[in-house]
């Protein structure tokens, strides 16, 4: 069974300290997996996505995420936090198949970034 | 451009109604899929609907059922609710189903 595990319900850092948030993933076959970010009462908001090429994905507001094969793991990055990236982050998995293609979530980590 | 569209944002419903929840997806896409999403859990798929199509269906009774118009808007309908139904109820579109997906701000669903 294809799944995503996020070990951290909570990420504490320092304004300007660089941030980390772990995902690893269970998938056979090649991983199509993305992180996106959730503000209170909102949907889901889009940050990158790896699909095949470079381990370093670039995405949105600076932040980044490198994907390791032989770890399974897909950590979301971000060089210098900021007050206002404090939310709820999702890492998912998209799964492929006679389901079409639904993506599989990680239960969250909420980030917060104190100044 | 405009963005997916959730309607209502609210609702509060009674144990044993009936709701239905409305998306439109971004103009061009073709795919719609749903999920529920229970506080302090990731969201969790119900459904994928790709040319008005049923593409995939998860892990959720039969009381949920959806469909998917020409215009490639769509609709979830929750019958008989229960006080476990209370969620935000997301809405993505996708291009073509398999690629990225952007997402509603959601409806949030109170069951009293």
């Known amino acids: 069974a294809q799944s995503v595990a996020q070990p951290e319900d909570q990420v504490n850092v320092a304004e300007g300290n660089p941030l980390t948030v772990k995902c690893t993933y269970s998938?056979?076959?090649?991983?199509?997996l993305f992180w996106y970010v959730q503000y209170p009462n909102r949907g889901l908001q889009f940050l990158l996505k790896?699909?095949?090429?470079?381990?370093l994905v670039k995405g949105s507001y600076g932040f980044e995420a490198e994907f390791n094969k032989s770890q399974t793991s897909f950590h979301l990055k971000k060089p210098s936090a900021l007050v206002s990236d404090s939310a709820l982050y999702f890492c998912?998995?998209?799964?492929?198949?006679?389901?079409?293609?639904?993506?599989?979530f990680g239960q969250g980590t909420e980030l917060s970034v104190k100044p | 451009d405009a963005g997916v569209t959730q309607s209502p944002t609210h609702l509060i419903k009674t144990r044993g109604q009936h709701v239905t929840l409305r998306c439109s997806p971004i103009?061009?896409?073709?795919?719609v899929s749903w999920y529920q999403q229970v506080l302090g859990q990731g969201p969790q798929f119900i459904f994928q609907?790709?040319?008005?199509?049923?593409?995939g269906r998860g892990n959720f009774p039969d009381r949920f059922s959806a469909r998917q118009f020409p215009n490639y808007s769509s609709e979830l309908n929750v019958n008989a609710l229960l006080l476990g139904d209370s969620a935000l109820y997301l809405c993505?579109?996708?291009?073509?189903?398999?690629?990225?997906?952007?997402f509603g701000s959601g409806t949030r669903l109170t069951v009293v």
């Open positions: 993505a579109s996708s291009l073509d189903g398999d690629g990225g997906y952007t």
């Open positions: 998938v056979s076959g090649n991983p199509y």
């Open positions: 790896y699909i095949t090429g470079d381990n």
């Open positions: 998912a998995v998209r799964s492929l198949g006679n389901q079409g293609g639904k993506l599989i």
């Open positions: 103009s061009g896409h073709k795919s």
């Open positions: 609907y790709y040319e008005k199509e049923e593409r």
